[in-house]
Nanobody, 126 residues
Framework: QVQVVESGGGSVQAGGSLRLSCAAS????????VGWFRQAPGKDREFVAA????????LYGDLVKGRFTISLDSAENTFRLQMSSLKPEDTAVYYC???????????????????WSRGTQVTVSS
């Protein structure tokens, strides 16, 4: 079992930056990927970014590439999402998640999403 608890989020104006953090605990295997999904009102859940627990690989959703950066602090079992050049369309509830990296690479998100946080609101105003 893995527990993930996020912190951060809030409100910012377009063009601004925010950072999300997620503390992970429990049995986390090197083959796991940890990262973020988001969901805006009336929209489907969307993959944002992920990093393999070994730290050797990262993945990004097409809409955030070049603007968001995911990082891993193995010593603190924490991963972070630095969000820059934020746009109003980035407004959503962000969830930190964990699951098998293989499923994430294959975009089999339903299989990947084993463990979820409660979510944190990110609001970007124009």
């Amino acid at each position: 079992q893995v527990q993930v608890v996020e912190s951060g989020g809030g409100s910012v104006q377009a063009g601004g930056s925010l950072r999300l953090s997620c503390a992970a605990s429990g049995r986390i295997f090197r083959e796991y990927g940890v990262g973020w999904f988001r969901q805006a009102p009336g929209k489907d859940r969307e993959f944002v970014a992920a990093i393999k627990w070994s730290g050797e690989s990262t993945l990004y959703g097409d809409l955030v590439k070049g603007r968001f950066t995911i990082s891993l602090d193995s010593a603190e079992n924490t991963f972070r999402l630095q969000m820059s050049s934020l746009k109003p369309e980035d407004t959503a509830v962000y969830y930190c998640v964990a699951g098998d990296w293989e499923f994430l690479q294959e975009r089999k998100y339903e299989l990947y999403l084993k463990f979820w946080s409660r979510g944190t609101q990110v609001t970007v105003s124009s």
